[in-house]
Nanobody, 127 residues
Framework: RVQVVESGGGSVQSGGSLRLSCKVS????????MAWFRQAPGKEREAVSC????????TYADSVKGRFTISRDNPENTLFLQMTDLKPEDTAMYFC????????????????????WGQGTQVTVSA
């Protein structure tokens, strides 16, 4: 069965950095584009970033562009999200998921386009 396990969350001060990891098993990792989403309390889950199966194309939400970097290690079946210059509004539970295609099409922001979600890792940024 498919397993998706996120890690690396924590509590940091504004301006700090964190690196999230997502280990995937039970599927052929490099058959899928992968993405990070986040969900703050009382808000909808929103798309943060997506990466093509080969890792050579990425896309970001405007709110994180220039601060977050998505990457992947296909031999290790692992997805990463390097987050820098963190802000209190980045506080959320962060999830990774496997997209339905090998590349990040224009529907990458839709939750329904994803399979295999993890349980999430909490990121808390204090002012």
């Amino acid at each position: 069965r498919v397993q998706v396990v996120e890690s690396g969350g924590g509590s940091v001060q504004s301006g700090g950095s964190l690196r999230l990891s997502c280990k995937v098993s039970g599927l052929t990792f490099d058959d899928y584009a992968m993405a990070w989403f986040r969900q703050a309390p009382g808000k909808e889950r929103e798309a943060v970033s997506c990466i093509r199966w080969a890792g050579d194309e990425t896309t970001y939400a405007d709110s994180v562009k220039g601060r977050f970097t998505i990457s992947r290690d296909n031999p290790e079946n692992t997805l990463f999200l390097q987050m820098t210059d963190l802000k209190p509004e980045d506080t959320a539970m962060y999830f990774c998921a496997a997209f339905q295609l090998t590349y990040c099409s224009k529907i990458w922001i839709r939750r329904s386009a994803y399979n295999a979600w993890g349980q999430g890792t909490q990121v808390t940024v204090s002012a």
